[in-house]
């Protein structure tokens, strides 16, 4: 079994963005809370302050975040990904070939 970390699901973009906020963010001597806009843009904002108004989504409250905590967060946000399906053009095998089974 694969175990993938959830910031795997991230949009490249997406991770880099919140690099850079967390860069940031380190000037801030409190508390910020993220949020996800429509655009799939990163806003941080004082704690008492609702943007969900605006249309953003929650993401977390975090104390000068490193930028791996943030993408785990952002990763949750992120609709689940459909396995990728291999399709190979190998024969079936003969034993799941329909009529390949000779009655003995």
């Known amino acids: 079994?694969?175990?993938?970390?959830?910031?795997?699901?991230?949009?490249?973009?997406l991770e880099n963005e919140a690099r850079d906020l967390c860069a940031a963010l380190q000037s801030f001597s409190g508390y910020r809370t993220l949020w996800l806009d429509g655009d799939d843009a990163l806003w941080h904002a004082e704690p008492d302050?609702?943007?969900e108004e605006l249309g953003h989504r929650y993401v977390g409250t975090f104390f000068r975040p490193d930028a791996e905590d943030v993408?785990?967060?952002?990763?949750?946000?992120?609709?689940?990904?459909r396995p990728a399906v291999v399709q190979t053009r190998l024969p079936a095998p003969a034993f799941a070939r329909v009529g390949a089974l000779v009655p003995a």
């Open 1 to 13: 079994m694969v175990v993938e970390s959830l910031k795997s699901w991230l949009p490249e973009s």
């Open 49 to 51: 302050e609702m943007l």
């Open 71 to 81: 993408c785990e967060a952002l990763a949750k946000l992120m609709p689940v990904r």
